[in-house]
């Protein structure tokens, strides 16, 4: 499957990014990776352009917040983004936060799954049973 | 050297001509009841006729170039990758087109002389359906080319008429591959000026390739540190009588665009200071900062009407006002400059000859005021000579 990955906004924390690109790759996933600094617009282009099944965003410096507001409103203009599945992680609020709260606003920003920090690997396992669970429906 | 002291340049613009030997540069309005030929010789005739013609180069503006619809599935990326290239290439753009929303586009009246489908990488497959074939349809073009997933190829190949098909502009990194279509634009390009008959009839004076002159100004820009002190990064302006070219270094841009150039063209076809006049003045009403200019510049409106060498100073002003607008984020094109880490603003074409370096600097310290509240003041170099035009010519 294709995945297309980056870190949102003016974001330059690279680390995770190419650690994710690596696991991705050792799962099996056709990576297009964005890197850094990466705006919500060229992610949707991206996944139009490749025709990526998975849209996987992080976010470590906590401006997360600001650019999942702007998810749906953004995503409503694309015709064929029906189907995306949607996932972002990393650090998803300024300071700290709990996941109780976190999650759910994500998920109604238009996120399938959201890991706030969470580790890598329990994330990825995660989105392939999302995976799993949708391709058995 | 000395072979280089022999040749003879000639440029060919919408509204004047240049020619220039070793030792000096003649420049001329043209006079639109003649044949550029005929015009030429009867100008210069004696210093042509000096001339061997493997000794005489020539490049020309005149036509305005070849103008291309750019039909793609994104911004970011094929759209904006097609849009890079075309202005490269020297062509102009008419419009861009986001595919999804094709039938909400209204189809150019006038003949397109070249179509650009582009669209997915190579392993991305049905991007296209009838909503372009339709949209086609109602449009009248002259070439068609397609630069988008090679699978889907076939498919356009079999409903479009005398489709072209080259190697797609985006790999399979979303990198941009720039060489195919670019080759096929300026392939073009070069027909196209040989098959107007007045372009052709310059052949009697050349045996040259004659080229696009924005493509001889983009290749001088490495070396022009040759003529004069430039601080990288710069921008330069030709406002011509038809079109104002924009050349800056790729330093000033954020892109996703990774190419081997060094410097980018970005075109603005409806403004000049002559021909494209009645739009420079329509563009410049437009404008919520233009009347503050106008009384900066101590003039007010009743200027657009007038026909003097005053008036058309205050249009060059306003043509680099308004084209540094269009490329700021004030009236973002599809490029968006550093302005704050220009240090060169560089000046080329007739402008040169008719306003003041003082006057250039007047318009960029406004502009750098209003719209962008700076106080940075790049260095204004103006090239009155058209050393950067000789450069460029003769390192061909
Ligand atoms: C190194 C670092 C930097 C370096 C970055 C160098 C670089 N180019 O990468 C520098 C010094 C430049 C930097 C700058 C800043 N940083 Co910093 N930085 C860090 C630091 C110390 C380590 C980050 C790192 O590389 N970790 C290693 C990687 C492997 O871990 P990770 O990033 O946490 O990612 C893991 C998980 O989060 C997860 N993950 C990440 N994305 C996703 C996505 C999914 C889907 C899933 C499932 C999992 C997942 O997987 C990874 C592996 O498990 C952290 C603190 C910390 N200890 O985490 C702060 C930290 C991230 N930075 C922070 C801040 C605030 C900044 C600055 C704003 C500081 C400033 N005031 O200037 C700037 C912002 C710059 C910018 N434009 O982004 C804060 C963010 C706080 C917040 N979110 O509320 C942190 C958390 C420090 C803190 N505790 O305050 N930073």
Redo the contacts with the bound molecule.
């Keep these: 499957m294709k995945v297309v990955t980056g ?1 949102v906004g ?8 190419r ?2 690109d690596l696991s991705l790759r050792a799962r099996g996933f056709e990576v297009f990776n964005l890197g ?1 600094n990466t705006y919500l617009e060229e992610f949707f282009d991206a996944a139009v352009e490749t025709g990526a099944e998975i849209l ?8 997360a917040e600001g650019w999942g507001r702007e998810v749906k409103l953004l995503k409503a203009k694309y015709k064929d983004l029906d189907n995306l599945i949607m ?5 998803l ?3 700290h936060g709990n996941a109780e709260d976190i999650v759910p606003k994500y998920k109604n920003y238009g996120f399938d ?1 959201v ?1 706030h ?8 396992d ?2 392939e049973e999302f995976i799993q669970k949708r391709n058995r429906k | 050297m000395s072979q280089q002291n022999n040749k003879l340049l000639i440029d060919v613009g919408s509204t004047y001509f240049k020619v220039s030997t070793n030792d000096n540069i003649e420049q001329h309005f043209r006079d639109f009841n003649k044949d550029i030929l005929d015009d030429l010789i009867h100008r210069c005739g004696d210093t042509i006729k000096r001339f061997d013609k493997d000794d005489v180069y020539i490049c020309s503006s005149a036509n305005g170039g070849l103008n291309t619809l750019i039909i793609g599935i994104t911004k970011t990326y094929s759209l904006k990758y097609a849009t890079n290239i075309a202005f490269n290439s020297g062509i102009n753009i008419i419009d861009t087109i986001l595919y999804q929303n094709i039938a909400e586009y209204s189809v150019p009246s006038d003949l397109v002389d070249v179509v650009i489908i582009v669209g997915g990488i190579d392993s991305c497959a049905g991007l296209f359906s009838d909503s372009l074939y339709s949209y086609l349809a109602k449009l009248s073009y002259s070439n068609i080319v397609f630069v988008g997933s090679e699978q889907d190829a076939p498919a356009l190949k079999e409903q479009i008429s005398n489709l072209v098909v080259l190697p797609n502009v985006i790999d399979n990194k979303l990198h941009i591959v720039e060489d195919y279509l670019k080759e096929y634009l300026t392939n073009l390009y070069q027909q196209d000026i040989e098959g107007k008959e007045d372009i052709k009839s310059l052949y009697d004076i050349t045996a040259n390739q004659i080229y696009p002159t924005p493509y001889i100004v983009n290749k001088a820009l490495p070396e022009i540190d040759t003529r004069y002190s430039v601080v990288n990064p710069f921008i330069l302006l030709d406002i011509g009588g038809a079109t104002t070219d924009i050349h800056y270094s790729k330093d000033l841009v954020d892109e996703n665009i990774v190419t081997k150039n060094e410097f980018d063209r970005l075109v603005f076809k409806k403004l000049g200071v002559f021909k494209s006049k009645q739009s420079l003045i329509f563009t410049a009403k437009n404008n919520e900062f233009v009347y503050e200019l106008l009384m900066h510049l101590k003039v007010t409106e009743n200027i657009f009407n007038e026909q003097s060498q005053k008036a058309t100073k205050i249009l060059m002003q306003l043509a680099i006002f308004l084209v540094l607008c269009k490329i700021s984020h004030y009236r973002k094109a599809y490029i968006n400059l550093k302005f704050l880490t220009i240090n060169s603003f560089v000046l080329t074409g007739g402008i040169t000859k008719v306003l003041t370096k003082e006057e250039i600097e007047n318009i960029v310290a406004f502009f750098y005021k209003k719209i962008l509240t700076s106080e940075h003041r790049p260095v204004v170099v103006l090239d009155s000579n058209y050393d950067i035009w000789t450069l460029g010519v003769k390192g061909d």
């Excluded at chain 1, 996932?87 to 650090?91: E, F, H, V």
Aim: aromatic letters at 0%; hydrophobic letters at 50%; glycine letters at 12%.
């Design positions: 870190v003016n974001d330059i924390h690279v680390v995770a990014n650690l994710i850094v996987l965003i992080s976010s470590l410096n906590g401006e996932m972002i992680g990393g650090n609020v300024v300071g799954l890991c920090q969470v580790d890598l690997n329990t994330g990825l995660s989105l």
